[in-house]
């Protein structure tokens, strides 16, 4: 008998998330998990570059600054897709945390990590080679997306509950 390499079934479908079967709680610390993984690495690599930082100042470059800035074209790439990961990874730490004890604490060590990571990219990355409102703006998409897609379902959902006007109204 010869024995078959697959099933024919997808490998992953034993591992996606099933409503009503998976525990919320569990849900939430996986992706907090996840989270703070995400915005571990992001973080690390905006401190450290790829490629490291120049040592010393010659050949016109200076000491402290990204090897990899002098690639323009992709170091804007790096920068931006790594902000905008760290930005979303926090959104999600925050938005999970809410309501939680220390929440307060969550949001000010988040925020100050995410001042500490500019403030970072700032100091190695050659004023010459990124316009930083570019990067400001890769920081602030997740958390814009998060409130268009809130207001969206507000405008567009008054349907599925038709009592919530009235109850609106009467607080």
Known sequence: MIKRLS??????KRFQYEEGVDKPGDVRNIM?????????????AGVNPPGGVWQDNDNGHFAGRAIYAAQ?????????SN????SASVLVIISLTHGFPFHLEVIIATISMMVTYGSAI?????NESVKFRYVIA???????LRC??????????????PGLEMEMMRN
């Open 83 to 86: 902000t905008f990961a760290l």
């Open 138 to 144: 890769a920081a602030s998409v997740p958390f814009v």
């Open 7 to 12: 099933t024919g079934r997808s490998w992953y």
């Open 32 to 44: 907090l998990v996840v989270a703070a993984l995400i915005a571990s690495v992001t973080f690390q």
């Open 72 to 80: 323009e074209g992709a170091y804007y790439v790096f920068l931006i």
């Open 148 to 161: 268009l897609i809130q207001l969206f379902n507000i405008v567009f959902n008054k349907d599925e509950r």
């Open 122 to 126: 700032f100091a190695v990355t050659p």
